[in-house]
């Protein structure tokens, strides 16, 4: 069984290891005719792309992504839609040592487990590399969702949180970190550095919201909006928490406090809170939907760590090679992808059921 795909009208699956020759993604059933060209999906690589910035890997992608069907004269045409991203510079002799003995915090172990054979190769498949092919994929999830802003960013990295009541939006893309908060952004420097020269890493929390949804998406039960989003957020690599709206802080409120109060609207309810986070029994509201993804520091790091061969044998392992002290950065345009993802699936969805 391989569960390498995503989504249920819209579906995508991605494709490739971090030090083979190419990634990518086919994505079907996206509708046919919306305006669609490598780019509108390039802008969204671009983002994610490594070696921009001091504080992400050094390895030096240019990931530029090429359509290879579903596409005729700038169009979609409602078939599969495949889209390939070539890898360019790998450096497969920095992984020599992981071939005879596991990371801790990496799949390193759990692939043997399951396979009982693994490219060790940057990971292989469960390479944060993978995430470029979600990131192209999401590209075209948002020419399904036009009325859709989905926007990402980092609110916490090394434990320091961001102040939102300095939050500005056009500050995010002034710096490397994604950082709505001009103050904590410097800050983060300082901190981000002094783990990158202790061969260390750092942790980070990143929060993405998504305006223009409209009331009656998703399904209730078993396929909630908020099921689907925390779905494709857990699957990111590195993220071991996710949450929506206020989260696990609703456990701490009273139900007056908790509760979304609202008022007439002039072709709508005017809410007064939105601490469900856009969601109610598992459908939007029309607010603001808010996903929250909280991503551990990264394992391969320069400080030596105990681990055991494949073999059984106790050894120390340093990860040799070029990786981002902090994951979290590169996660804030794979998270805008798989919350487009998921939003332009369900809005398919709900159109194929209520024909609206």
């Not at 391969?300 to 994951?327: F, M, N, W, Y």
Request: with cysteine; aromatic share 6%; hydrophobic share 35%.
């Amino acid at each position: 069984m391989s569960y390498n795909s995503f989504g249920q009208l819209f579906r995508f699956t991605t494709w490739g290891e971090s030090h083979g020759p190419a990634i990518g993604a086919v994505v079907d059933g996206c509708p046919p005719g919306l305006a669609l060209a490598e780019g509108d999906i390039q802008p969204w690589l671009d983002k994610r792309r490594p070696g921009t910035s001091r504080f992400t890997t050094q390895r030096q992608e240019p990931d530029q992504v090429r359509i290879l069907s579903g596409v005729h004269e700038g169009r979609t045409t409602g078939t599969p839609i495949s889209l390939m991203i070539e890898n360019v510079d790998q450096r497969s002799k920095d992984y020599s040592e992981v071939s005879r003995a596991y990371r801790p915090g990496h799949a390193d172990y759990a692939y043997d487990a399951k396979y009982g054979h693994r490219d060790p190769r940057g990971g292989g498949r469960s390479s944060a590399r993978e995430t470029a092919s979600r990131v192209a994929a999401g590209a075209v999830a948002r020419a399904v969702i036009p009325e859709v802003q989905v926007r990402a960013y980092l609110v916490e990295l090394g434990g320091i949180a961001i102040d939102y009541s300095r939050f500005d939006d056009a500050e995010i893309d002034r710096n490397p970190f994604f950082c709505p908060d001009a103050v904590v952004a410097a800050q983060w420097e300082t901190v981000l550095d002094a783990a990158r020269k202790a061969g260390s890493s750092l942790g980070a929390i990143v929060e993405c919201t998504a305006t223009g949804v409209p009331a009656g998406w998703g399904s209730p039960l078993y396929q909630k909006l908020d099921s689907q989003l925390t779905a494709a957020c857990m699957g990111i690599n590195a993220v071991k928490g996710v949450e929506i709206g206020d989260g696990f802080g609703a456990a701490r409120l009273r139900g007056e406090d908790n509760a979304d109060r609202m008022r007439p609207g002039a072709d709508s309810p005017q809410f007064l809170s939105n601490h469900s986070g856009g969601t109610a029994g598992g459908i939007s509201t029309g607010q603001p939907i808010v996903v929250r993804m909280a991503l551990k520091p990264t394992s391969s790091i320069l400080t030596p760590v105990e681990t055991i061969t494949s073999d059984g044998q106790a050894t120390d392992i340093v990860t040799k090679g070029r990786h981002d002290p902090c994951v979290g950065i590169r996660a804030a345009p794979v998270m805008e992808a798989m919350v487009a993802l998921v939003l332009a699936d369900a809005k398919l969805m709900h159109r194929g059921q209520t024909g609206r």
